[in-house]
């Protein structure tokens, strides 16, 4: 057993409910940014917490991970934010967390903040953000108050992986549904952007951050993103509630339609039929 | 030299201006149809006449191909519709072709139509249409003024061979942009809507067409659409138009660069780079 192994393990034997590839996935993005153990961490968009714990794990027990999602503590199933975090609050890890329910700018505003954390990260909250400018604003008001920021979420480059195909168009039909409307749409959909590097790089810039390194981290093989994205489309409940649309023109229908029935075709492909992979991670760091 | 070699270098010795791939990828399609010589065809959105020469040949001395596109003969670059068909007409299958500059149902009310074809074709012209209603208004139109209805267009189904997949989000992107408009944009862009396979089914089986057939053509290896329109795509022009709109929203915008980028990055895998390849093409035949 590898260190990672046992490391995964042993988050594993508390008890909680992410997979052993959410957990493996999460310490291969954070092991290449080397953090310095007594650490305090923000973490925005923490969600259940999958990468609180491995951040917890790391940081060591002078470390601290301030977690924050704007989610009310009743999203999610089959499990809630609420009861996955309480659960995580009981293991062994709990006394290094603290979980606030809030959004970026009324957390920092707030008494309850440190005035400057170790590292902001943002751990596949990206997609769910409605536009770069949000990300942007998010960026300037980290300036500042963040020593480093961490920034890791999925790229729309299969990088000659063609099993990773169906989990891109799936992101597409998505961001494309999703940007029919002003803000974001109550979450409902996991991805509600298309975020590129180049936007995040460009944005940082501009808040004022000086990229430090980037690269690329594979999906474990197993890592159910992919085909969790790729059900969600696929769904009689996702159909139902694009025909429901009636604000958008027949044009922009038909072509959402097409854009799921790309992501039923590839998903055959390359016979005989694979299991659908999830799509590259890059991640980034700037100071 | 194959028989088909033979045929393709000798409609190319006509002088005329598709390369050898755009004939020989015609040529791969028709031959599946297995069209009757002495034929009386009517082919729909014959553009510069590619396919119009093809089925000149395989009608053989005895048919006529009666060739429709409503673009301007003044459209078209290095050379025109007009040029192209002007030409092609001083081939010795030029007796074989009639060409009209006209819509289908102005075509079909007028009194130089025949009353009945023996076929009806579209060889790459649906994706020029807005939308499925109008392709099904077409299609109920010549229902009764054809025997046959033959459909071939590119299919969003890469069939596990990577190197398509720029031609596949380029189509994407096109269509995108094209889909803001009501009507179709000038036709600037080749790609004005991504119909699919199901959708034509659809629309076929509502106008009263019985389909016969259906099938998948790999494009031959050098076909050069693939190619075009990933260029296209990443062409100054095509971003300067993009940006240029203010109608569209903030986040379709930002979904539209996003996509762009796609194209862009995927273009560079698998590493070490290849050729953009072309998509395959679905067609189907009814009666």
Redesign the interface.
Known sequence: MSLDESRVQSLLNCGILPSKSQLQHRLDILQKWDLIPGSKVLEIGCGQGDCTLVLADLVGEHGHITAIDPAPLDYGAPVTLGEAQSKLKSTPYGYRITFHQSNLQDFLDSGVSEPLYDYAIFMHSIWYL????TLQSMLLSLRGRAKHLLIAEY??????D?AA?PH?IAA?SQ??F?????HSSGREDNIQ????P??MRTAALQAGWELQREEITEAVEDLEDGRWEVGRVLSKRYLDRLEAESGA????Q??A???I??VE??RR???PQVKVKTLPTWQGSWM
């Open positions: 409605p536009s770069v400018e790229v729309l480059d299969i990088r000659g063609i195909l891109m597409i961001a494309e999703n940007s029919r409307y002003e952007s298309i975020i590129s180049k936007m023109s027949k044009r922009r038909e072509f339609n097409a854009l029935e790309a075709v590839n492909a390359p016979r």
